[in-house]
């Protein structure tokens, strides 16, 4: 039996229909609905299973491939996925969630991800709420990579002291009124921070520290459920 078009429908697009959600605060609300309904599924299909005739190992084993096989799709699917796709600059102005609460949370406030959708969902969204807290990461990692690394310490240290001489030159000679000087001096100090960051290896440690924030960054955002935007306030009065 076919069904006719209801003309009163309201169809809107998906990214519309998760703005809409996002700004309202409910977007959890499509998390958890998806979580359950893969685990009503999966519950499901393993009574179907247990009532019907025993499976043979072979049989078995597929199986628990398969869902291995999907797990590690998903995972996979993490990497193709552009966290900063949705980032602005109002997300770095605002304040830094709590990092025990707000951040880590409780050990049910994780979960596998049920579907790649969920899995990219989960991450642009903590991405904006938690893009504060990874930045910060970023810096510790930085730091310890720094601390193993003496030498690119050195070098930071050099280019840092490198551009504070030049903007000591900018305002002594006053470049401002001469375009040609100040163009060739800063294409000069340019060259040296690049020798200076090239010899010293800070490459190294600005690499290291962005492969481990951005592998962390990606498990805690595809792993944490997504909490409400707006926290309701306990003993307000008006």
């Given at each position: 039996m076919?069904?006719?078009a209801n003309p009163l429908a309201l169809s809107v697009p998906d990214p519309t229909f998760e703005s809409?959600?996002?700004?309202?605060?409910?977007?959890?609300?499509?998390?958890?609905?998806?979580?359950?309904?893969?685990r009503i599924s999966a519950a499901t299909t393993t009574t179907v299973s247990n009532s019907a005739a025993p499976d043979p190992p072979s049989v078995a084993t597929g199986f628990f491939l398969s869902n291995v096989l999907n797990h590690i799709g998903i995972l996979l699917s993490v990497l193709t996925v552009n966290p900063f796709s949705k980032?602005?600059?109002q997300d770095f102005s605002g304040d830094t969630p709590a990092w025990t609460l707000?951040?880590?949370?409780?050990?049910?406030?994780?979960?596998?991800?049920?579907?790649?959708?969920?899995?990219?969902?989960?991450?642009?969204?903590?991405n904006k709420r938690y893009c504060r807290n990874y930045f910060t990461l970023f810096i510790v990692f930085f730091a310890c990579?720094?601390?193993?690394?003496?030498?690119?310490?050195?070098?930071?240290?050099?280019?840092?002291?490198?551009?504070?001489l030049?903007?000591?030159?900018?305002?002594?000679?006053?470049l401002d009124n001469h375009p040609v000087s100040r163009e060739c001096l800063l294409r000069l100090v340019q060259c040296a921070t690049a020798v200076i960051i090239f010899?010293?290896?800070?490459?190294?440690?600005?690499?290291?520290?962005?492969?481990v924030t951005y592998a962390v960054m990606m498990l805690?955002?595809?792993?944490?459920?997504l909490t409400p935007v707006k926290q309701p306030t306990k003993g307000k009065q008006k």
């Open positions: 076919a069904f006719s809409w959600l996002r700004d309202s605060g409910y977007l959890e609300i499509l998390d958890q609905r998806t979580s359950d309904f893969h980032l602005t600059n707000g951040f880590i949370g409780y050990s049910d406030s994780y979960s596998f991800p049920s579907s790649r959708s969920q899995a990219r969902m989960r991450v642009t969204e903590n990579s720094l601390y193993q690394l003496p030498i690119a310490l050195v070098g930071l240290v050099l280019s840092l002291a490198l551009w504070d030049f903007a000591y030159c900018w305002k002594r000679w006053g010899i010293c290896s800070v490459q190294t440690a600005v690499l290291y520290a962005l492969g805690h955002a595809s792993f944490r459920k």
